[in-house]
Nanobody
Framework: QVRLVESGGGLVPPGGSLRLSCAASGSIFSVNAMGWYRQVPEKQRELVATITSIHTTDYADSVKGRFTITRDNAKNTVWLQMNSLKPEDTGVYHC???????????????WGQGTQVTVSS
């Protein structure tokens, strides 16, 4: 079984920075795209950033120039560096990954449990 574990959330004032991390563990053959979404109450889950296995990245317009997504394929880990944070960045950030399991099963879209990010003075 494959799981994703996030860390790095917290409370930060406007203009501050946080770095989220997400590690995949379990019976993994390989990991395709990885990404971060955020969830705000009463709103749909929103794509924040994605990165492919060859490090091609994509960002929501609202975070371009402020957030950077990176990954280490050898460690099956993805990070989200968030700078110049704004109150509207507040939400639960979920990591996701498309993973080929080592048992030869189909590609799985796996989600982490989420980590809370609060931007407030």
């Amino acid at each position: 079984q494959v799981r994703l574990v996030e860390s790095g959330g917290g409370l930060v004032p406007p203009g501050g920075s946080l770095r989220l991390s997400c590690a995949a563990s379990g019976s993994i053959f390989s990991v395709n795209a990885m990404g971060w979404y955020r969830q705000v109450p009463e709103k749909q889950r929103e794509l924040v950033a994605t990165i492919t296995s060859i490090h091609t990245t994509d960002y929501a317009d609202s975070v371009k120039g402020r957030f950077t997504i990176t990954r280490d394929n050898a460690k099956n880990t993805v990070w989200l560096q968030m700078n110049s944070l704004k109150p509207e960045d507040t939400g639960v950030y979920h990591c996701t990954a498309s993973i080929w399991p080592s048992d030869g099963g189909p590609l799985e879209d796996v989600w982490g449990q989420g980590t809370q990010v609060t931007v407030s003075s």
